[in-house]
């Protein structure tokens, strides 16, 4: 199985900051992953497929980088509706495995 | 869009089988691969498994052998059923829509908490 590890579990940011989200793969994955958001009692929404494109509807304060092992997940200016979890989600073959999540909470 | 919904008990006993029906509604089940995913509480995304609306399966490994999940393409629903639960089988039950074509869960239901006690 591909273990995905995502950094830091948790942040306290305020609105307005810059946020950064980490995601490593234990095996190279080339471009395939995903990057959801969950708020709370909510299912998780997509943000980013195929490691750097925008879901349509998705703020463009989000974007995605990376590839191989290493992938990126920023969010440019912290908006208040951003207070959220964060997971990615690989597809490099089965099974499908998410990283542990990032919750991002409100300094 | 499709919507999802997920319904079944919200309390299983040890050792008993745990049974969860998701609906589909907004378009066939007849494309795509069905999934079910959980989240224990206050822990992260766990995939179970998926079916396509042929009947093929795929099922985590670690889950497999206690786990089946089964489509009805008549009702436009799939199902999930674990055998011989126990404590840690206690999470909230997500159905989703892995789009094939694009490799990502584009469609979720809005969950349902299954708790495992006696």
């Known amino acids: 199985d591909i273990q995905m590890t995502q950094s830091p579990s948790s942040l306290s940011a305020s609105v307005g900051d810059r946020v950064t989200i980490t995601c490593h793969t234990s095996?190279?994955?080339?471009?395939?992953l995903n990057w959801y958001q969950q708020k709370s009692g909510r299912a998780p929404k997509l943000l980013i497929y195929d490691a750097s494109n925008l879901e349509t509807g998705v703020p463009s304060r989000f974007s995605g980088s990376g590839s191989g092992t290493d992938f990126t997940l920023t969010i440019t200016s912290l908006q208040p509706e951003d207070f959220a979890t964060y997971f990615c989600q690989h597809y490099d073959g089965l099974p499908i495995t998410f990283g542990g999540g990032t919750k991002v909470e409100m300094k | 869009q499709v919507q999802m919904q997920e319904s079944g008990p919200g309390l299983v006993k040890p050792s008993e089988t745990l049974s969860l029906t998701c609906v589909v509604s907004g378009g066939p089940i007849s494309d795509h691969y069905w999934s079910w995913i959980r989240q224990p509480p206050g822990k992260g995304l766990e995939w179970i498994g998926y079916?396509?609306?042929?009947?093929?399966?795929n099922y985590s490994p670690s889950l497999e052998s206690r786990v089946t999940i089964s489509v009805d393409t008549s009702k436009n629903q799939f199902s999930l059923k674990m055998r011989s639960v126990t404590a840690a089988d206690t999470a909230v039950y997500y159905c989703?829509?892995?789009?094939?074509?694009?490799?990502?869960?584009?469609?979720w239901g809005l969950g349902t908490l299954v708790i495992v006690s006696s």
């Open positions: 989703a829509r892995y789009n094939w074509s694009a490799y990502y869960f584009d469609s």
């Open positions: 079916i396509y609306y042929s009947g093929s399966t």
């Open positions: 095996h190279d994955i080339g471009n395939y």
